[in-house]
């Protein structure tokens, strides 16, 4: 009995170490690009390919970081897209936590068919919606605007946002609202004063969602934007790159940088990303 | 408080029709039971009331105000949740004064209520606790205690008990019996539950497919059902029923089927005559079956065999076979006798009921 035993004990030590070792060797995939980023960014002179693997290159040096920052107009494109990153997810999410609201609570003509609308438009390739997006931003006469590429950021991360805090509202009792709306809140109160506090996890993934898309687009950008005062990081850091030679370097520099306001982000929505706010509130 | 009314409610979902003309009147300081079957429509006539489901015809007025078109908040109603509802981003507290902030009232007066309601309730030690961490009895207390608060015109409670265990029901029901004593206030209570209904109300209002079918008084609905929907929902164990016929043999008159033979005494139908050849259901509650045993005689005998005892403690089930009848008698514990064995049997037809088998109706005294 007791051998037996311990050759189930060894059998799931063993299982456990192999799974450990798979997801070792995946976090490893994710982390090694990163690190050899910041390797890069480290190394004096331009050199992407080196012979050197290790993660502090022989000479390391800041130079690039300070030549990015002091020689380029890097601080402005960072300006630029935070400004437009934020901007996009603050009207993004509310414009889809107030039209998710509708969907999941109102009964009205076109209800499934819009949802599934939402939905197909997810399937359309982001290329093919340059074209009308241009004639779109053209026609408004926001090309080469802050409000342009907030405009075309916050509509395209809609439909996505409108499904996940749909699906969020459908699990909230709507007997919460009933028991608010008996206790003197309009339906408007109750969205604010109810639902709104208990899908905090469903709008930060939202949130997240709208800002990491907007932070990290540039096909958009590319196409609306054109004066290098406007620009956001991603048109900025390509503009390092010239006809003969790419500061690689300062490439590295940029993109060890721009994780910096994504990571405080999504460290700061973590806070909010619980589960069981609705706990206790009906039976369970 | 207030009165209520109910005036030809109508209430359709698509081609469904849920209700279909409800007409009750509410006194002042009343407690009155809705009661029925799952789908009878209680709870949506309470919602409508409520203001959180549409009219889809007739009036319901409150202290004489037509509410048909006024928002919930409007009615200076408070509702006490099946679910409890509770907000569960809020503590005990929170969710008791919810209501009063939001109609910005003064915050010692907030105070004082949510003092005075929590001491009733037994919520003192829980005011700065949220909902997660409350027993589901707990739960209920708080959602009653934010409706008191309100110090509202009409309490509306929907299944309030349903989701508690039966112990914890059978306390809340007394604490609902007593809080109703104390505040002396109109309450409209929807229930499934017939023991709730005939232990808490002043009045019930007994539902069927979206019907009234009798309002009256626990004991007028227990002692004088109008139909047999009535007759088989109120009182536990269900009624028997027999059907058969009536037959007139010279001056008496008899109810008859394959099994049975019962004189039908005069105080029980006074006009012999009119009810001859007539198709009835005969009800009788399980109290009113006597059996034959050491020192309890029948009389008008009929024989039994009994098939399953069920000893409840103080009171005992029996399950009877009269002829291809089954009939079932709740007498006192102990009766000592072997499924299989020969009963003898007899009616209190002082407590007998007769329906119409086609109309349903009752037909008897």
């Not at chain 1, 499904?163 to 604010?192: H, N």
Request: charged residues 20%; positive net charge; contains cysteine.
């Amino acid at each position: 009995m007791k051998k037996e035993m311990s050759a189930a004990a060894k059998r799931r030590r063993l299982n456990h170490l192999l799974l450990h070792a798979g997801l070792f060797l995946f976090a490893a995939a994710c982390v090694y690009p990163l690190l050899r980023i910041f390797s890069v960014s480290l190394r004096p002179g331009d050199k992407l390919v080196s012979m050197d693997l290790s993660l502090i290159p022989a000479g390391a040096t800041f130079v690039s970081y300070a030549k990015l920052l002091g020689d380029t107009m890097f601080l402005r494109w960072l300006w630029n897209s935070l400004l437009i990153t934020l901007a996009t997810s603050f009207i993004g999410v509310s414009l889809a936590s107030t039209a998710a609201y509708a969907f999941s609570r109102f009964r009205f003509p076109g209800k499934k068919v819009g949802m599934i609308l939402l939905l197909s438009s997810q399937m359309i390739p982001a290329g093919m919606l340059i074209l009308p997006l241009f004639l779109m931003i053209m026609k408004l006469k926001l090309m080469n605007t802050y409000l342009g590429m907030i405009i075309a950021y916050s509509v395209s991360s809609l439909p996505f946002s409108i499904w996940i805090l749909k699906g969020y509202y459908d699990t909230i009792p709507r007997s919460l609202e009933e028991a608010a709306l008996v206790d003197g809140t309009s339906q408007v109160g109750a969205f604010w004063r109810i639902i709104l506090p208990l899908s905090t996890p469903a709008l930060s993934i939202a949130f997240l969602f709208n800002f990491t898309t907007a932070w990290n687009e540039y096909l958009v950008a590319r196409v609306v934007l054109f004066s290098s005062q406007q620009y956001t990081w991603t048109l900025g850091l390509f503009e390092l790159q010239g006809q003969y030679i790419t500061q690689w370097g300062m490439f590295a520099a940029g993109s060890m940088l721009v994780t910096i306001p994504v990571l405080c982000v999504f460290l700061y929505s973590s806070k909010w990303l619980i589960s069981g706010l609705t706990l206790g509130s009906v039976k369970g | 408080m207030a009165t209520v009314q109910f005036k030809g409610i109508v209430k359709k979902f698509g081609d469904n029709l849920v209700l279909n003309g409800v007409d009750v009147d509410i006194k002042d300081h009343e407690f009155v039971v809705i009661v029925g079957p799952s789908g009878c429509g209680k709870t949506t006539l309470l919602r409508m009331l409520a203001g959180l489901e549409e009219i889809t015809d007739g009036e319901i007025l409150i202290d004489n105000l037509l509410v048909n078109e006024l928002h919930p908040s409007k009615r200076e109603i408070a509702m006490v949740f099946q679910d409890y509802a509770l907000y569960p981003h809020m503590t005990v507290e929170e969710n008791m004064n919810f209501a009063l902030r939001l109609r910005k009232m003064d915050k010692a007066e907030i105070a004082s209520r949510v003092a005075e309601a929590s001491n009733v309730l037994q919520l003192n030690k829980f005011l700065k606790r949220m909902p997660k961490q409350l027993s589901g009895g707990q739960r209920q207390r708080v959602a009653i205690g934010r409706a008191i608060v309100r110090k509202p015109k009409v309490f509306l409670f929907d299944e309030p008990l349903s989701n508690l265990d039966a112990k914890l029901r059978e306390e809340m029901r007394v604490e609902i019996a007593k809080l109703y004593q104390r505040l002396n206030a109109t309450i409209i209570y929807v229930t499934h539950d017939q023991v709730e209904a005939m232990t808490l109300a002043g009045r019930i209002v007994i539902m069927n497919h979206g019907i009234v079918q009798q309002v009256g008084s626990p004991i007028e609905v227990y002692r004088k059902p109008c139909n047999l929907f009535v007759a088989g929902f109120i009182g536990s164990p269900t009624m028997n029923f027999m059907t058969g016929k009536l037959a007139l043999e010279g001056e008496a008159l008899f109810f008859k089927n394959e099994d049975i033979k019962l004189s039908i005494p005069p105080y029980l139908l006074s006009d012999a005559k009119k009810h001859d050849g007539r198709e009835v259901v005969l009800g009788v509650r399980p109290d009113d079956v006597l059996v034959e045993r050491d020192g309890e005689k029948c009389s008008d005998k009929v024989q039994g065999v009994l098939e399953v005892c069920e000893l409840l403690g103080h009171r005992e089930n029996l399950y009877l076979k009269v002829g291809g009848m089954r009939v079932l008698a709740t007498v006192e514990a102990f009766f000592n006798r072997s499924p299989g064995s020969a009963v003898t049997l007899c009616f209190n037809y002082k407590n007998m009921h007769v329906f119409d088998k086609a109309t349903e109706s009752r037909i008897s005294e």
